[in-house]
């Protein structure tokens, strides 16, 4: 995998905990399936969809912020005032995620082949656990842990002995020569996680956990409801998250024995949390449903006329995926 990665998460970590990832990241294909295992991991959780966007750049309706809407499964920056200055959004970039730090310093401690768990020893500092050879291992998630320097003392006075390794972006050399002075080596992240440098005192091997399992097997539909995302046949659908809720269900039916989606519980799902009595008919459903055949078809590259062969509707009751033609993996 790419390792800049792990590298983009602490650097959104300098501001403390929680810290937050707006956006998608631009990634490779191989890094892109990376960032899905890492939501598989909980190391990044999805939070929310946003639902404004900065203002217009040019125009004098004077709002603060625009509202995001979504026409035929593409968002669009509204403008109060007029048409011209709505702008089309990338769907990416309204997805919120949180980084969970106690979940990324744990998958940095297993990369690195330590056995221990990771300690919190001060707020954004991590005690990972000892190197074979009695190095301990710590990981500071903000250059600002080590502005309360007596935490250092108190950290080689339990260890007297041990040399240590900081992984941190450090911002100032003054404070790298003082940690140097109590036998303490700074790694910035991007050196401890090259994937093949064995002179370095660390080595923090990413690759050996993120493993790339996108599958691209043509038949095979993968949802990641956590995330937002689905993929069939190894590309990924671009579905506005009503859509996105509706597919989540059809799948968890058809991975459950592919059975039924009531039209019930599609309703529930088209609707969302948010807004549970705002009223919601067939033809919503309808249009729902033909979105996602659009949607499923266009990732295979096959006529819109075959979505009927994938989701099938069951008259007056509701909807299947069609199984074996779909094989749904949930993730
Ligand atoms: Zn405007």
Request: with cysteine.
């Given at each position: 995998?790419?390792?800049?990665?792990?590298?983009?998460?602490?650097?959104?970590?300098?501001?403390?905990?929680?810290?937050?990832?707006?956006?998608?990241?631009?990634?490779?294909?191989?890094?892109?399936?990376?960032?899905?295992?890492?939501?598989?991991?909980?190391?990044?959780?999805?939070?929310?969809?946003?639902?404004?966007?900065?203002?217009?750049?040019?125009?004098?309706?004077?709002?603060?912020?625009?509202?995001?809407?979504?026409?035929?499964?593409?968002?669009?920056?509204?403008?109060?005032?007029?048409?011209?200055?709505?702008?089309?959004?990338?769907?990416?970039?309204?997805?919120?995620?949180?980084?969970?730090?106690?979940?990324?310093?744990?998958?940095?401690?297993?990369?690195?082949?330590?056995?221990?768990?990771?300690?919190?020893?001060?707020?954004?500092?991590?005690?990972?656990?000892?190197?074979?050879?009695?190095?301990?291992?710590?990981?500071?998630?903000?250059?600002?842990?080590?502005?309360?320097?007596?935490?250092?003392?108190?950290?080689?006075?339990?260890?007297?002995?041990?040399?240590?390794?900081?992984?941190?972006?450090?911002?100032?050399?003054?404070?790298?020569?003082?940690?140097?002075?109590?036998?303490?080596?700074?790694?910035?992240?991007?050196?401890?996680?090259?994937?093949?440098?064995?002179?370095?005192?660390?080595?923090?091997?990413?690759?050996?956990?993120?493993?790339?399992?996108?599958?691209?097997?043509?038949?095979?539909?993968?949802?990641?409801?956590?995330a937002f995302t689905s993929a069939y046949g190894g590309r990924?659908?671009?579905?506005?998250?009503?859509?996105?809720?509706?597919?989540?269900?059809?799948?968890?039916?058809?991975?459950?024995?592919?059975?039924?989606?009531?039209?019930?519980?599609?309703?529930?799902?088209?609707?969302?949390?948010?807004?549970?009595?705002?009223?919601?008919?067939?033809?919503?459903?309808?249009?729902?449903?033909?979105?996602?055949?659009?949607?499923?078809?266009?990732?295979?590259?096959?006529?819109?006329?075959?979505?009927?062969?994938?989701?099938?509707?069951?008259?007056?009751?509701?909807?299947?995926?069609?199984?074996?033609?779909?094989?749904?993996?949930?993730?």
């Open positions: 995998m790419n390792e800049s990665l792990p590298v983009l998460l602490l650097r959104q970590s300098e501001g403390g905990d929680p810290a937050y990832l707006l956006g998608v990241p631009d990634l490779s294909p191989a890094a892109a399936s990376a960032f899905q295992q890492l939501l598989a991991l909980g190391v990044v959780l999805h939070r929310r969809v946003l639902d404004t966007w900065d203002p217009c750049a040019t125009c004098s309706c004077g709002a603060e912020e625009r509202r995001v809407r979504w026409i035929d499964s593409a968002p669009f920056a509204i403008c109060p005032l007029s048409r011209e200055d709505d702008e089309a959004l990338d769907p990416g970039d309204l997805q919120l995620f949180q980084i969970s730090l106690s979940r990324l310093t744990e998958l940095v401690g297993r990369a690195a082949a330590l056995d221990d768990r990771p300690e919190q020893v001060a707020p954004c500092l991590w005690r990972l656990g000892r190197l074979a050879g009695g190095r301990v291992l710590l990981l500071a998630t903000s250059s600002s842990a080590v502005r309360g320097a007596g935490v250092f003392d108190r950290l080689k006075a339990l260890d007297r002995s041990a040399h240590m390794t900081l992984i941190a972006n450090m911002k100032s050399a003054v404070d790298t020569a003082a940690l140097a002075e109590r036998g303490i080596d700074v790694v910035p992240p991007d050196e401890a996680f090259m994937p093949s440098e064995p002179t370095r005192p660390v080595r923090v091997d990413l690759n050996r956990l993120l493993m790339v399992t996108v599958t691209s097997d043509p038949d095979v539909l993968e949802v990641s409801p956590l990924a659908l671009q579905l506005e998250p009503r859509d996105a809720r509706v597919l989540n269900i059809l799948a968890r039916e058809a991975d459950d024995g592919g059975s039924l989606a009531t039209r019930d519980d599609l309703y529930r799902a088209l609707v969302g949390r948010d807004d549970a009595d705002a009223p919601v008919g067939d033809e919503q459903l309808e249009k729902s449903v033909s979105r996602i055949r659009g949607a499923l078809c266009d990732a295979r590259g096959m006529p819109r006329a075959e979505g009927k062969r994938l989701i099938a509707a069951v008259r007056g009751h509701g909807y299947r995926l069609v199984t074996p033609t779909i094989r749904v993996l949930i993730r």
